[in-house]
Structures are given as structure tokens and as C-alpha cells.
């Protein structure tokens, strides 16, 4: 597969690593008063759909940056791809 | 009736001079009949099962072999039948032959595209005894009892038969060829391509296609499989332009191979299509060589294509009809192939049977050669396609059996008419090789006028196809439609495609009609001539359920093995298709998968192979070690000394020990420099590393060392190491050897993903400093004759848990750590890299004068279960912080990574498991890792168990053997003896549950 | 104290230099690398430190630039990266680099990190071939450009120094596997 960095431009998947969902940027608040469930949530559940999934993947022979990219389960059809920190930034991530 | 000249004329098959030459002007050659594209002035010797021949060069082994009269080159898979040449290509069932001798010998090689070289030696395969007298073919007197499914219904009891009775027996008599079974004496290599455009085959629409996208500027990778671009044009009497064809695409080559976007890569198999326009392709180096002079014998390449034109071309099928797998029956476009690009006809008495207008024109070249036609025999009750004076044509008629054993002698027709041949030419059509467009989600969908799948579906992103590869199974269709097609690929990429002339050609006639096999045969009609499977076979599938193209192909073994039944899958479903009643449509095809053709394990492996398998990392001081008696131990890709032997040291025990004990009565010195370090800056690095360690470091002091302990998300432990404050915005965090790029990769996730507005920073910086461990009560002193004047050492100055930035031996910058694995006072030091080998020196020779020593893995690990450390053989990745005895290292005051799942209340259970030391009662026995225990008076059951055996060390400092452990509630059982089972060695002793601290409990030493 | 005893500096492929036909291949003498992260939030003091230090821009990722006075090569890695490659005997190229851009910049000696190796002359694009993803065609990888990748399971950081040479780094531990790649991939193409 070939990701297109949106900094670097298209990469051969081989230089990247993949994590899995791209939910688990959305971290629950360890404060909340029902944060063991939150987290249990974050940590066990995902959705496994056949169809367009948002995934992590990091650039670990490259610039070490972290992307969420935007692919077709069942394609392979990538047809977006963010920088991982400035999709966090936009979910509000305040730390 | 259309005339001969009018479908065109066989020109480059016989050159005139050869025409007035008799057979014999061919040294031996009985077969050669004119030179064709060959290089006749080139002569190559070989030899065939130790027979001596020749053959020219541009030659294949097969056209050769047939050169020389040898029909009979093989025995089938499963009976053993005498099996000749059935095709001129990579689509080859039959013709499967050893190559080469010794550790070099290649099995299963395709006689087909075989590249004859002078002293290529090569031997038939599957036969015990001689070709012509196979002792196995008894098999096929067998045959009535080895019909499909046969191996599915026999072998399955008694069941104590199969592995004494069974198994042996169909493994000798399996298999295709032997193994030389020595280490491949090749090498071979991978690479990458980049390009606009891809082309995969250079026949008409090949070429035209590359023509088309070179002309317009774009990057251009034309690929085929052959030695010889030009795709049928090689092979038939067409012309293009008034002149032959093959003059044509020798031109077109010559112009692509001048252009400079152009990558012509002949030999090359494009294999897979892969994700987002990424081909496989391999190409073959030295195979066409006698030697390779260690240079790859091939290349896998990856290919990067932004489009690609699939022009592979089409392949013909057979008719199944009785006995039609004899030596000499042949397919009729290989029949021309053999005569127009070899100047070699595979008999001289022959017959053509077909089911379509193409099988004509090989009647065409036939007579024209001067092989004497008895018939052309056509299933369709029509009209003769072409005018043949004097030869006999069997209207509506069909080949029912065929006469002969290790040559066809003889035919019979539908109509009882007997034909004396010795070689028959058949055509049951051509199917267009879509392979490539399904190895994604494409379908192949059924096109009525030809007769065949033409590619359907979803193609691979990018991929067009052209030419007879589409259905355009004429030569002027070809040409234009390799053109179209590439033109629109360009344009879809922006470029301007350059107008240009499609060459002058005909559209020879094509028509043809949808027969598979002649229904009245009465002996065994061949479908897949690999796997010897049958219409009979078809039958009995379907009679037995297994209908579907995929239960077919498992049931009856079809289209498996090297050819992937690229002749036989057709017919063979377009049969299921009449017996299920279903339209062919319906039927469908298996599912294409790669690759095309075989492709070598040697080349998927390229250079990983032996100690190239993955890199290998050094440690700084790896020479000297190397030069000081060290054993050395791969740890990841690291190589470690694990101890290092002094003369008279007899085994590792002896300098294990010595090490360990020298260490804690005086110095050791240990390179560390593997474990990972990683320089952490920003003004909120402190508050980061409080949210990845599960303990607290932003309140660490400038110039402090604190143990840290990182925990997955779940809670579970998966990391620990010291972190040092060098500075208010500077800490060096170190992690264990093996979890180094695990914890960098989560530390970037976390200030990317996480918390993306911090300030902070990480780099590794894990081989820019060579550190080394200085642990012993003299450590100290040693350090004192290494570190500059000026840096205070002392307790005072520089406790335990101390850091900071020194020199070294004059003033080398270093880094200074007191921190300790082995429970003695003890330091770590690292000075930049490139003076670590000289480093150890220095060390060494300070240390003189207390005698220290290097100590390896082995004396370290003895040392840490000593003094109760954790490594990975406690943290197995199910460890909590509250196995371990650190439940309160994991703060609850902050955020931090795995904090709050570590809560839940499996993982705080009193009675959980937690880590103890163990001594064996009986202190002469030995401890075994990985015992399991059992309190006493208790069965030895998983019921019973009550924890594990993690690590275990001889102790030289206390005389006998130690444990590291996880025993339920094991904190609360200090001096109960326990049971310590080992099924897995028939071992079972009492041991002594104690503090995992056997040494030092009360960390005086390491304070002092 | 440390009179007693001098270390020796010996980087693992110091003095490499070989010729392969068109091909050479040469460890570079005394190459320095430091790490420059661009804070967060400091990113206009960052640039500017950097233009005022070495007289130029810092370049876009995937491209480098050699300073004004031609004594060093900036090298963008990522937005908030880049690398200072230049010649440096001793063991401080840190404080080098902290006297052009002052503490505006957090700095990494990345010096003994890596190991260097230079491959020039023509051919040596299809040795590259053998072992490099990214594409190397004029047109999309010029001179200057720079790019981390994989090779034969290593990292490595190629810079385009010349119409026919290249710089590559890769980790200094591994340097004998680098070498022997590198020279597998020469004497399987010449």
C-alpha cells in the first residue's frame, strides 16, 4: 500500500506502523466520575467495519509522525490522510 | 472462402536458402526445418537426460528438444503417462524439467521458457527408471481406483495406517522432480521501480502502448516475460506496415530501448498486482546464463506505477478429447510459435483439429513448411475459413481417440476416419490471460462472441487492460486498442499523448464456436495434463456434490500446482457448466491470485538469508570484547557478550561465577550501552513524563535519577528503567533493550496523539553514548582515576540516585548515573560512542590495581535475581505493578497512561500472585525455571497451582541455586515450603518461599 | 584522574573508501549531526534564531539548504525537526550549533547516533535501486532533497549531494550491516 503523507507525500506502507482505530486518540477524562467504564470502553471496544475506517499509523522509518488515515476496509482505497497531532488539536484535545 | 495469401503469409519461418536444404543441413537437428528469429550462427550444445544436442541461440529448451526429435520429455504427476510439449510458453503443463546439476539444480523448470545456453544440462522428472521405461507408470493401469477425490475417501482409515502405511508411500511417490537438497548456491536480490505508466507485456498493444506513453514524455516500464520482446508477432506470419511482424516490434523495441523514460526489462514476469498501483514483477538475471559470476540470478522488483496497461496477451486452450495428452499433440498456436520463431515443426505427418477459424492458419504455415497435412479436422459444420489445395477436411467431425504410447502414431474421428500422424495441432480457442485484473476484487465476466472471460469486476486501481488480454483477439484491433487504452492513461495523468499513426494490419478472421471436449470419447479425455485431470473426473465431482469451481479445483486437484491449469480451468468449467446446466457466466472462474508464475522462495527472501536474515547492532566496545575471550549472545538485533572466558575456565559456569563474585567482593565492568535512551527536552517535559510513567518525575531534581514503571493503558506493566533529570528541560529516559522502540513509538503517541500541546521533544539517542555499568565496592575508587579532577564522588556529593554532566580521561565529556542493577555501589558511564571501545580500556586499566573484571549478560542476570530484579521473565506483559510489589508506585494523584484501568478489582486482589524468592530446601538441587507449585499435600494439578517458577540463577555469593517466582499471596507466605513441579522434566523438590532479595535486603551496599 | 590514559576516537566505518568501477564509496571524515526540535509555541523565535545563526531559512521538510557560509547543512525532517549536518572533529558539535542559534532550539548531539556513507559517481542510482523505496528520479527527489526510509530492515536518511551522490545516515551500532548492504547493492549492479 502506498500512504500519502501529507507532508512528505506518497510512502510505501513498509516504512509505517499500524495501530488500529483511530478513536484511540480520544482518551476518556481519568477524573470522571465514571472513568473506569470510559476506559473500559477506550481500551476493549472498537468497531471493526467493512467500509471506510479512520486508523493510526506511524511513520516509524520516517518522520515519526503519527496520521490518521482515512481507508476502505474492503478496497484498500485511502482517501484521507491528517496529521494525527492537529486532528487531536481539533478534537479538542486542550494538553 | 478466403485464400491463403489473404490471412498472411508465414515469411520469416524458412529463409530461402533453408528451404532448398534438406532436414539433415541441421546437424541432428531432425526437426529443423528453417532458423526462424534464431541465431543459427550461434550453435549451442546440451544435453537432454545425458544426450548430447544442439539447438541456436535464441532458442528454448523446448523448441530445441523438438529440434532434435525429442517429443517425449516427461511423465505425468499421478500416472505416469508419457507426456511431450504442449505449448510454447509459461503456461506449460507438461514439459517440466531439472536444470542444471549439483546444489544448483532446479526442479520443475518449464522446458517452454527455458532459455537454451550452451552446456545447459537438463533431465526429465518424475519417473523411477528411464524415461522411456517408468516403473511407476503402472500407476496408470491403476487408474480406475485414483479418480478424484481418491486420496479423500482411501486414506482416512484405518487410521493407524497413515502414518506407517500411507504417508510414506504417497510421499515418494509424489511430487514433481527432487531437490538437490544442498543450500541454493544463488543469490538473488529485490528492488524498486517508480514510473508513470507500467506495461505489462510487449506484444502489439504492449508496444503500442509504451510507444504511445514514451512519445508523450511519460515514465515508462515495459515488461515481459519473454526473451524476445513482441508478444504473437514473434510467433505468426503477420505482417504490420508491408512488413513481418517481427520486423516491426524489433523497430518499436529498438525505439523504446533509445528513449531515456523508457525501462525495457525483458525476462520479467509481472507476478501481483498489489494495493494502490504497486506490482511485483521478477526478473530473471542469469538463468540464460551458464554461470552466473556471482552476480543475482534474479530480481524481485517492487514496481510504483501510477497507471498500468495490462497487455498480456491471450492463451489458447485445448479440446479434451481420448488419449489427447500423447507426445505430439500440441496446441496449434504453439505449433506455429515452434515453426515461425524456431523454424522447427514437432512432426512430419500431421493433423489440425480445431473449433475455430485460428486453428486454420497453423494448417496455413503447416503446408507452407512442407509438412504433409492429412487433415483439418473442424467441430463446426461450416465452410473451410481458408482455401488448402490437397488437403483433406473433416467437416463437423471431432478426434475421438488418439493411437501410440510414448508418440501419438494415429487418429480416429467422430466419423471412424483413421489418420496416420505423428503430431497433431489443437485449437479449442484462446482465452485472454485476465490473472492480474482478479488479484484484487476483479470477476471475470463471460463474452459471448469469443468464447471467453474477458476481464470484469473491479480492476486494480489504475490498471486498464488492452489487447488480447481485453478480448481484442485480432492483430489490428490489438495495435489500436494498445494505443487507446494508453492514451487515456496519460491523459488521466495529464499528460498530452503525441498523435500518431496506428500501424497498417489486418483482422484476421477469429470466429470460433463454444466446444470443450468431444462428447464420444471412450477413453480418458485429458482436461489438466499437470494434475491428470479428466472430463471423467469433472464428471464424478459433480455426481459427488462438489460443483462449485472452488470445491471443483479442491476435489479434483485441478488448475493447481506450476501452471495454475492455465490450459485446463476453462474447459474443465465450461464441462461442470453443461452438467450443472448453468451458464458458463454463472460458473464462474476460482479466484486468480498471485503470482501469475512461480516465483523462486530464494527471490521472496532476496538477501535475508543466514546472518543477512536482519541487521546486526554492536556494542561499542564489541572489539575489545571480541579480543578478551567474550561469548557473545544475540539479544534483538544486538550481539551481547555474555561472558568472557579466561584460560583454564572449562565451561560458563566458571567465568559466570568468577564474574559475579569478582563484581561484589571488588569491580565489574558491563557495556550497557543496549538498553534504550531517550533524550527527552521541553519546558513540559517533566509534566509528559509524568503522564507515561505511572510514578511522579516532574518533581525530580536537576541532577537525580528516579526508577520509573510504565503501564499499558490496561493497566498491565510493560516497561520500567531510570529516567535522569540532566537539566529543567532536559530528561534521559532509559528503557529496556528490548522494549526501545516500542517506548519511543508510545512516547510520540502520546504528545501527538494525547496530549498534543505540550512542549516536548524526543529523540533517541540509544547509540550516540557507549555506557558501561561500574558496580563493586570499589567502583568508586576505579572511577576516581577516570573521571577529571574536580567532580566530587563522594556519598556526600554524589549519592546514590545522582547524575550529572562530567569528563572523562582528560576531558572526554560524559555523563555520570549512580544507579545500580546489581544491588552494589555502582555507577553507570557513557562517553560519546565513538571512544566507547577505548573506553572499556581505560576502565580496564584503572581498574588494575583491584583486580576488576568484565562481566557479561549471564553475571548481570545472576546478579539482578540476587537483589530481586524484574526483567521480561517476570514483566510477561500479564504483570501488574501490585504483582511486583509496587501497587504504589502507580500513582492515583495524576493522569498518567494505565492508571485508571490498573484499578480494577481483578488486578489488586490479595490473593493474586506476587513476586518471592525461592531457595530449594535441599540446597545441593538445582532450581528449574518454570516449574509450577503446589502447596504441600496437594495433588500436582492446575487445580491446585498456586504460581510459577519466573527465573532462576546459580548464586556464587551464596553457594547454591535461587529463585525469582510468582506464588498466590506470596508476600504473606515468607518461609512456607512449597512444592516445585516440573512435568515437563519429571522434576518435583521442596523449596523455601524467602525475600527476593537474597543479597543486601537493606540496600546498604548500594548506598553506601 | 584521567592523564594516566587517552581515549581513542575510532567511529565504526572511519577511513572507508572504495571504488567500484564508476561507483565510490566513502565514509565521511569527522561528520557531525545535531537535532534541532522547534519548540512548541516558540516556532518564530525558532525560525528567525536559525535564519540570524546561519544566514539562511530553515527549509522545508524534506529538503535541505547549506548555510551562508557554506559550514553546515540544515536538513528539515518534520515540521518541528530538522538536523545540522556539518564537519566536526571534537566531541562538542552541540555547542557548535548552540553558538549560531543560541538556546532557541532544543538541541541533540546525534553525532555518534549515526554513521555516514557517501555513494557517487555514475551507477550509483541503480545501486540505490536495490534498496531504497523512494523514488530518486530527478524530478522527485533534486539535489538537496532528503528523506528517511527503510533499507534492508534499516533506518536511513538519505540526502541527494549531487547529481550522482548521496549521503545516507543509519544508525552507527548497525554500521557493518549499512556498509555490507550498500556494497551488496554496488557489486550486484557493476
Redesign the interface.
Given at each position: 500500500m502506498i500512504i500519502n503523507h501529507p507532508i512528505l507525500g506518497p510512502r510505501d506502507a513498509a516504512e509505517f506502523v499500524y495501530l488500529g482505530d483511530a478513536s484511540l486518540i480520544d482518551r476518556p477524562d481519568w477524573q470522571a466520575e465514571d472513568a473506569a467504564e470510559q476506559f473500559y470502553k477506550y481500551g476493549y471496544l472498537r468497531d471493526n467495519p467493512a467500509g471506510q475506517h479512520q486508523e493510526l499509523w506511524y511513520h516509524e522509518q520516517g518522520d515519526r509522525s503519527w496520521l490518521v488515515v482515512t481507508r476502505n476496509t474492503l478496497s484498500h482505497e485511502i482517501t484521507q490522510v491528517e496529521l494525527a497531532r492537529d486532528v487531536a488539536r481539533a478534537k479538542g484535545r486542550d494538553t | 472462402m478466403t485464400q491463403v495469401e489473404n490471412i498472411g503469409t508465414a515469411v520469416n519461418f524458412v529463409s530461402e536458402e533453408a528451404q532448398d536444404r534438406t532436414p539433415t543441413s541441421f546437424a541432428g537437428q531432425v526437426n529443423r526445418v528453417g532458423t526462424g528469429l534464431t541465431n543459427p550462427g550461434q550453435k549451442m550444445s546440451f544435453t537432454f537426460n545425458g544426450r548430447k544436442m544442439t539447438g541456436f541461440g535464441g532458442d528454448t529448451l523446448a523448441s530445441a528438444l523438438l529440434a532434435n526429435g525429442q517429443t517425449l520429455v516427461g511423465r505425468s504427476f499421478k500416472y505416469h503417462r508419457p507426456r511431450g510439449i504442449l505449448t510454447a510458453g509459461s503456461e506449460e503443463p507438461n514439459a517440466l524439467v531439472e536444470l542444471r546439476s549439483g546444489a544448483a539444480q532446479e526442479p520443475n523448470t518449464r522446458a517452454t521458457v527455458t532459455e537454451l545456453f550452451d552446456g545447459l544440462m537438463a533431465k526429465s522428472q518424475n519417473h523411477r527408471g528411464s524415461l522411456n521405461f517408468d516403473m511407476m507408470a503402472v500407476t496408470d493401469f491403476a487408474s480406475p481406483f485414483l479418480a478424484a477425490g481418491f486420496y479423500y475417501k482411501t486414506f482416512m482409515w484405518p487410521k493407524a495406517f497413515w502414518e506407517k502405511l500411507y504417508e510414506p508411500i504417497i510421499r515418494a511417490a509424489a511430487g514433481l522432480g527432487s531437490l538437490s537438497m544442498q543450500e541454493d548456491p544463488d543469490?538473488y536480490?529485490?528492488?524498486?521501480?517508480?514510473c508513470d505508466l507500467l506495461v505489462i507485456g510487449a506484444g502489439p498493444s504492449g508496444l503500442m502502448a509504451a510507444l504511445a506513453a514514451a512519445r508523450s514524455g511519460a515514465?515508462v516500464i515495459l515488461a515481459d516475460e519473454d526473451f524476445l520482446p513482441g508478444g504473437r508477432l514473434n510467433a505468426e506470419g503477420l505482417e504490420v506496415n508491408g512488413a513481418p511482424g517481427s520486423m516491426w516490434a524489433a523497430n518499436t523495441v529498438a525505439e523504446l530501448a533509445s528513449m531515456d523514460n523508457v525501462r525495457m526489462m525483458t525476462r520479467t514476469t509481472v507476478y501481483g498486482a498489489?494495493?494502490?498501483?504497486?506490482y511485483g514483477a521478477l526478473e530473471r538475471c542469469t538463468d540464460h546464463l551458464a554461470k552466473s559470476d556471482?552476480?543475482?540470478r534474479q530480481?524481485l522488483w517492487?514496481v510504483?506505477s501510477k497507471r498500468a496497461v495490462l497487455a498480456a496477451g491471450s492463451t489458447e486452450r485445448p479440446i479434451a478429447f481420448g488419449n489427447n495428452d500423447r507426445p505430439g499433440i500440441m496446441l496449434a498456436g504453439a505449433v506455429r510459435t515452434y515453426l515461425n520463431r524456431f523454424g522447427v515443426v514437432p512432426g512430419r505427418e500431421m493433423a489440425v483439429f480445431t473449433n475455430n477459424d485460428d486453428g486454420w492458419q497453423t494448417a496455413v504455415d503447416l503446408q507452407n513448411a512442407g509438412v504433409e497435412l492429412r487433415a483439418v479436422i473442424d467441430s463446426r459444420d461450416v465452410d473451410a475459413p481458408v482455401h488448402l489445395p490437397g488437403v483433406r477436411y473433416l467437416r463437423g467431425q471431432g478426434i475421438v481417440n488418439t493411437i501410440g504410447r510414448k508418440g501419438v502414431k494415429a487418429v480416429e474421428t467422430t466419423a471412424g476416419v483413421t489418420l496416420p500422424v505423428d503430431a497433431v495441432a489443437v485449437s479449442g480457442g484462446w482465452n485472454p490471460n485476465v490473472h492480474l485484473t482478479c488479484h484484487?476484487?476483479g470477476r471475470p465476466q463471460w463474452r459471448e462472441e469469443i468464447n471467453a472471460f474477458v476481464p470484469g469486476g473491479?480492476l486494480p486501481?489504475g490498471m486498464a487492460v488492452a489487447g488480447a488480454a481485453n478480448g481484442a483477439m485480432t492483430l489490428a484491433a490489438a495495435l489500436a486498442e494498445g494505443q487507446a487504452v494508453a492514451e487515456a492513461q496519460l491523459t488521466d495523468l495529464g499528460y498530452r499523448p503525441v498523435a500518431a499513426d496506428i500501424p497498417e494490419a489486418q483482422d484476421e478472421p477469429s470466429k470460433g464456436a463454444a466446444y470443450w471436449h468431444v462428447g464420444e470419447s471412450r477413453t480418458r479425455a485429458w482436461l489438466d495434463q499437470q494434475n491428470d485431470v479428466t472430463v471423467k473426473d469433472v464428471k464424478q465431482s459433480f455426481q459427488e456434490g462438489f460443483r462449485s469451481v472452488e470445491h471443483l479445483k479442491r476435489y479434483t486437484t485441478l488448475g493447481m500446482a506450476t501452471d495454475q491449469g492455465k490450459t485446463a480451468n476453462i474447459p474443465a468449467l465450461a464441462i461442470m457448466s453443461e452438467l450443472t446446466g448453468k451458464p458458463i457466466q454463472d460458473t464462474g472462474t476460482t479466484i486468480f491470485r498471485p503470482p501469475y508464475t512461480p516465483v523462486p522462495i530464494g527471490a521472496f527472501g532476496g538477501?535475508?538469508r543466514g546472518k543477512?536474515f536482519?541487521?546486526?547492532?554492536?556494542?561499542p566496545s564489541h572489539r575489545w570484547a571480541e579480543a578478551n575471550g567474550a561469548s557473545f549472545v544475540n539479544v534483538g538485533?544486538?550481539l551481547r557478550a555474555e561472558w568472557y572466558t579466561k584460560p583454564g575456565e572449562k565451561v560458563w559456569r566458571d567465568s559466570v561465577d568468577r564474574e559475579a563474585l569478582a563484581t561484589r567482593t571488588s569491580v565489574g565492568i558491563c557495556d550497557v550501552?543496549t538498553l534504550g535512551k531517550i533524550?527527552i527536552?521541553?519546558?513540559?517535559a517533566g509534566?509528559f513524563l509524568d503522564k507515561v510513567y505511572s510514578n511522579t518525575f516532574s518533581t525530580l531534581k536537576v541532577g537525580r535519577v528516579r526508577y520509573g514503571l510504565m503501564l499499558r493503558?490496561?493497566g498491565i506493566c510493560y516497561d520500567d528503567g531510570t529516567t535522569a533529570r540532566m537539566d529543567e528541560?532536559?530528561y534521559v529516559m532509559t528503557t529496556t533493550t528490548a522494549n526501545a522502540?516500542l517506548v519511543y513509538?508510545n512516547l510520540?503517541?502520546a504528545r501527538?496523539?494525547?496530549?498534543?500541546?505540550?512542549?516536548?521533544?524526543v529523540?533517541?539517542?540509544?547509540?550516540?553514548?557507549a555506557q558501561f555499568a561500574v558496580a563493586g565496592p570499589k567502583s568508586r575508587d576505579l572511577l576516581?582515576?577516570?573521571?577529571?579532577?574536580g567532580f566530587d564522588l563522594s556519598n556526600e556529593a554524589f549519592p546514590f540516585m545522582a547524575c550529572g554532566k562530567v569528563?572523562?580521561?582528560?576531558?572526554?565529556?560524559a555523563r555520570l548515573f549512580r544507579i545500580s542493577f546489581s544491588g552494589e555501589l555502582a555507577f553507570e558511564i557513557a562517553?560519546?560512542?565513538?571512544?566507547g571501545?577505548?573506553?572499556i580500556?581505560?576502565l580496564m586499566?584503572?581498574g588494575e590495581a583491584f583486580d576488576a573484571v568484565p562481566y557479561g549478560t549471564e553475571a548481570l542476570g545472576v546478579m539482578r535475581i540476587e537483589k530481586g530484579h524484574c526483567t521480561a521473565n517476570e514483566l510477561t506483559g500479564q504483570t501488574t505493578a501490585h504483582n511486583i510489589g509496587l501497587g504504589r508506585m502507580v500513582s492515583q494523584k495524576k493522569?498518567c497512561i494505565g492508571?485508571?484501568?490498573s484499578?480494577?478489582e481483578e488486578m489488586i486482589r490479595e490473593d493474586d500472585v506476587k513476586l518471592v524468592g525461592l531457595r530449594p530446601v535441599d540446597r545441593s538441587l538445582g532450581l528449574i525455571a518454570g516449574s509450577h507449585f503446589i502447596t504441600k499435600g496437594e495433588a500436582a494439578n492446575m487445580a491446585n497451582d498456586q504460581g510459577w517458577m519466573t527465573s532462576v540463577a546459580w548464586s556464587p555469593n551464596l553457594g547454591h541455586s535461587i529463585g525469582l517466582g510468582f506464588v498466590k499471596s506470596g508476600d504473606a507466605r515468607m518461609g512456607e515450603v512449597i512444592h516445585a513441579v516440573s512435568p515437563v522434566h519429571g522434576t518435583e523438590m521442596d523449596v523455601e518461599i524467602v525475600s527476593a532479595h537474597f543479597v543486601d535486603p537493606e540496600g546498604e551496599r548500594l548506598r553506601g | 584522574m584521567g592523564e594516566m590514559f587517552t581515549l581513542v576516537c575510532a567511529p565504526p566505518l572511519a577511513g572507508y573508501e572504495k571504488r567500484f568501477g564508476t561507483i565510490s564509496l566513502t565514509a565521511p571524515k569527522d561528520l557531525a549531526v545535531v537535532n534541532m526540535a522547534i519548540p512548541l509555541g516558540g516556532e518564530a523565535k525558532a525560525l528567525k534564531a536559525v535564519k540570524t545563526g546561519y544566514g539562511v531559512a530553515l527549509p522545508e521538510p524534506g529538503t535541505s539548504v547549506d548555510t551562508k557560509k557554506g559550514d553546515a547543512r540544515l536538513v528539515r525532517l518534520a515540521p518541528d525537526q530538522a538536523f545540522v549536518i556539518f564537519t566536526r572533529a571534537a566531541p562538542d558539535a552541540e555547542e557548535v550549533v548552540a553558538g549560531h542559534v543560541k538556546k532557541a532550539l532544543y538541541l541533540t548531539d546525534q553525532t555518534d547516533v549515526w554513521t555516514g556513507l557517501e555513494i557517487s559517481g555514475p551507477g550509483a542510482l541503480a545501486a540505490l535501486e536495490r534498496i531504497c523505496p523512494v523514488d530518486l528520479h530527478p524530478a522527485h527527489f533534486a539535489v538537496g532533497d532528503a528523506a528517511r526510509t527503510v533499507m534492508e530492515h534499516l533506518g536511513v536518511l538519505i540526502l541527494r549531494t549531487g547529481e550522482d551522490s548521496y549521503l545516507l545516515l543509519s544508525a552507527s551500532s548497525s554500521a557493518g550491516s549499512f556498509l555490507h548492504m550498500l556494497e551488496t547493492s554496488i557489486e550486484n549492479v557493476t
Open positions: - | 543469490s536480490d529485490k528492488g524498486f521501480l517508480h515514465r498489489y494495493d494502490h498501483g504497486v556471482g552476480k543475482p530480481v517492487r510504483y484484487q476484487r473491479v486501481v538477501r535475508s543477512d536482519r541487521p546486526t547492532r554492536l556494542t538485533n544486538w550501552t533524550d527536552k521541553g519546558k513540559d509534566a493503558e490496561d528541560d532536559h522502540v513509538r510520540e503517541f501527538q496523539c494525547l496530549w498534543p500541546n505540550l512542549d516536548v521533544h529523540i533517541s539517542t540509544t547509540d550516540g553514548w576516581r582515576k577516570v573521571v577529571d579532577e569528563t572523562v580521561f582528560g576531558g572526554t565529556p562517553v560519546p560512542a565513538r571512544f571501545n577505548s573506553m580500556e581505560g586499566k584503572a493522569e492508571n485508571v484501568l484499578r480494577r | -
